[in-house]
């Protein structure tokens, strides 16, 4: 690993290890609880998978950002809820039903990426334009086939169980967002997607001009990041047992920020998935933090606000370069 992996990877675990101390110095043993860990275990991997998409999207360059995201998550989830009925009834098969309903929603998530590629990749058109057109697109739609009311999923085990209770003491969400992690690390290190991906992300003209299918690159990248987005909307759906099509309306600045405070940089050509993990998880551990503490969702809304400022900030200063300086400085 470089200095600036390093550094970063520290630091993220520093910032773990701080909201963890002053969540036991301020809240106590109600905060160490397995139930209460468990509980936040439940909740990072929605805000963990779309902040994967946003990582993914940032890192191509072009000032790529994803602002569909928890939009098609939404969409994924209510289209689901709809069409999987008709397949096979919950109440014949929970488990053809939860089957049926994931794969109606990942083909949404695939549809809904494909046009976010196709726009951006083969068309040209700007990331943050168009992923806020699809976002209009996709809550206006699920706002259509919905009414604008909340879908009841109703009390289903095999979804529940799924979304809410845990498998050897993890939550089973948990360890699903731990293993697509370690999936899309893979891909990004060890194939030719994944280093085509970096490079065109550190200079677009030079990948072109190696000969690299840049056009196509965009196209499965914002594709995946609509995967991620749809595999995000069935955890929402079996968490809550239910769907809304305005379900996580802060989520898209929560992505960004966990993306943005894990080092991904929206320049492009950096990004690593463990440090994304950590970030989400940091930010769960605030959230939760926050809750035993009463503090309001206004003021934490503000808070991420100002933390997402700070984290931009922040990348525009290499620190991991100038701390060695200082310390040389200071004759240490």
């Known amino acids: 690993m470089s200095s600036r992996q390093d550094f970063q990877l520290l630091f993220l675990v ?3 290890a701080a909201i963890i101390i002053a969540a036991m110095t301020l809240v106590g043993e109600r905060f160490m609880t397995l139930y209460n860990f468990q509980s936040m275990g439940t ?3 929605e805000l963990g998978l779309l902040a994967l998409g946003v990582m993914l999207a940032m890192i191509s360059g072009r000032g790529g950002i994803d602002l569909s995201g928890i939009a098609l998550a939404n969409l994924s989830g209510v289209v689901a809820f709809m069409i999987a009925p008709m397949i096979i009834a919950p109440a014949v098969s929970p488990v053809g039903f939860l089957l049926s309903f994931s794969a109606i929603a990942l083909g949404v998530g695939v549809i809904g990426g494909a046009i976010n590629g196709m726009l951006i990749g083969y068309a040209g058109m700007t990331p943050i334009i168009v992923t806020l057109g699809t976002q209009l697109l996709f809550t206006g739609i699920a706002v259509g086939v919905t009414g604008g009311s909340a879908l009841q999923l109703g009390y289903i085990p095999v979804i529940d169980d799924f979304g809410n209770m845990p498998l050897w003491g993890v939550p089973r969400t948990f360890g699903v967002f731990i293993l697509i992690a370690l999936a899309l690390a893979v891909l990004l290190r060890y194939t030719r997607f994944g280093v085509h991906l970096f490079l065109m992300g550190s200079n677009a003209t030079a990948a072109r ?3 690299m299918r840049v056009k196509s690159i965009l196209f499965r ?3 995946l990041a609509g995967v991620l987005a749809s595999i995000a909307g069935i955890i929402i759906a079996a968490r809550t047992s239910s769907v809304k099509w305005d379900y996580g309306t802060s989520y898209v600045l929560v992505a960004i ?7 991904v940089r929206p320049e492009g050509g950096y990004g690593r998935v463990t440090c994304v993990v950590l970030s989400a998880i ?7 933090f926050f809750n035993f503490m009463q503090i309001s969702n206004f003021f934490r809304d503000c808070a991420w606000g100002l933390m997402l400022l700070l984290f931009l900030a922040n990348t525009r200063v290499e620190w991991s370069d100038y701390v060695p300086a200082i310390l040389r400085g200071r004759g240490e």
Do not use: D, E, R
């Not at 920020?257 to 080092?263: C, D, N």
């Not at 940091?282 to 939760?288: E, I, K, N, R, T």
């Open 14 to 16: 520093g910032i773990n």
């Open 257 to 263: 920020l966990i993306a943005v405070m894990a080092g």
């Open 282 to 288: 940091a930010l769960q551990l605030l959230s939760s």
């Open 43 to 45: 909740q990072i991997p």
């Open 221 to 223: 990248t914002y594709l």
């Open 209 to 211: 001009f190696a000969g």
